[in-house]
């Protein structure tokens, strides 16, 4: 059995969502807030029009695009999107985590669309991307958040494509660049790598995708929280900061913080480069041993922020599904006792593993500090499971 690491983690929070805060981050950051004010008067309302702004700036977005802020963080966005547009032509679906799955269902059971294409695999591999089709709609998460794989770019989308492409992009945006010139609809949530408040989703229209909204009216019904369009026209409101339903004005003040954060420490260029900084420390951990590797073997489309481990030990491999999730379990929880790290287990879908969050408001000195934890607690819930049968 290893003894216990001598240099601590500062900061145990390594959850998928809601994610770690920005270094520096209290409370008392948030002193502005318009705490009991109404979201439609003008001084709040000019704080979430602030958010949209920011957002376009730090993140290259460009001027003729649409940026909302939508109730029920990234899902919300991405629902709303989905019931609001698709229908329109054949659907082309990549799915191989939780949450795409999920879309997929969206579409096949309850739009219940006919012409729909199922690029599906399992957890830990990218669908092959050159057999989606050209004419259709193309719906994907840019990183399977509780799979740790991501598609590599956005070279696979055709320049000439006739269908829209629908972005999934929460555990990627402020991590990895992205191409908007190939995207129709993206969204994310402030939670993810800005390492804000959960709740708040972002919604992001190209002028093929207003095109869409306003010519095209879905054969089912919407909840008002979906409804982007009246009488055939997009509602220009919610996306100059009057949005759908009542935001926490305190949310947006945080992720004011957050994207001020960004600003502050160099933008877009230096949020991507933390990520793969952070990324870096597990990878020359994996190296190094020999019983740990990860979930998605090829490095090509391998995460930098949702990072998904599997325990490559024939000790543990042997142990059925149920046995290996419970040697997780105690893992974490201690862990979790020891304040190294809490939340690192693997997602309730996915192969039994970890799961750790690298994107940017993670410290590299904190990762370099937990992996050899990780190490310990492992050999240590080993050689008492060791010990137990053989007693």
């Known amino acids: 059995m290893l003894d216990k690491p001598a240099i601590r983690t500062k900061n145990p929070n390594f959850s998928c969502g809601p994610c770690t805060k920005r270094p520096g981050w209290s409370l008392e950051n948030l002193s502005g807030v318009p705490a009991g004010r109404s979201h439609r008067a003008s001084g709040p309302k000019g704080k979430l029009k602030d958010v949209i702004e920011n957002h376009r700036a730090l993140l290259g977005i460009p001027a003729d695009y649409k940026i909302g802020i939508m109730p029920a963080s990234d899902t919300g966005a991405f629902e709303a999107a989905m ?4 229908g329109a ?3 082309d679906v990549l799915a191989w985590e939780s949450f795409s799955c999920d879309w997929l269902v969206d579409i096949t059971e309850h739009l219940k669309l006919d012409d729909v294409k199922q690029h599906h695999t399992d957890f830990g591999v990218l669908p092959d991307l050159s057999k989606v089709r050209e004419h259709s709609d193309i719906v994907f998460a840019w990183n399977g958040t509780t799979s740790g794989v991501c598609v590599p770019n956005g070279d696979w989308i055709a320049d000439d494509r006739e269908g829209l492409i629908f972005c999934d992009a929460t555990s990627a945006v402020f991590a990895y660049d992205m191409p908007w010139d190939k995207l129709d609809i993206t969204t994310w949530s402030w939670q993810k790598v800005l390492g804000s408040e959960a709740a708040h989703g972002m919604l992001v229209l190209s002028p093929r995708a207003v095109e869409r909204l306003e010519s095209y009216t879905p054969p089912w019904p919407l909840p008002k929280i979906f409804r982007l369009t009246n009488n055939g026209k997009l ?17 947006v003040e945080d992720v004011l913080d957050s994207l001020g954060w960004i600003n502050n420490i160099g933008g ?5 480069a933390r990520a793969q900084e952070n990324a870096k420390v597990i990878d020359n951990f994996v190296a190094k041993h020999e019983w740990i590797e990860y979930l998605a073997a090829d490095e090509a489309s391998r995460s930098i922020t949702s990072i998904c481990l599997n ?35 693997g997602y309730r879908d996915a192969p039994p593993g970890l799961r750790i969050w690298c994107g940017s408001t993670v410290q590299a000195a904190d990762l370099e500090a937990l992996m050899p934890w990780i190490d310990w607690a492992y050999h240590t819930v080993k050689a008492e499971e060791q010990r137990k049968a053989a007693a």
Do not use: H
Not at 83 to 86: P, V
């Open 268 to 272: 877009l260029r230096t949020t991507m």
């Open 311 to 345: 325990i490559a030990d024939e000790w543990f491999t042997a142990r059925s599904e149920e046995d290996q999730g419970a040697v997780i379990g105690t893992l974490c929880k201690l862990l979790e006792t020891e304040k190294i790290a809490y939340d690192i287990k």
């Open 89 to 91: 032509r054949p659907v």
């Open 83 to 86: 019931w609001s547009m698709l």
């Open 235 to 251: 509602i220009n409101g919610i996306f100059e900061g009057a949005t759908i339903n009542t935001p926490s004005m305190l949310a």
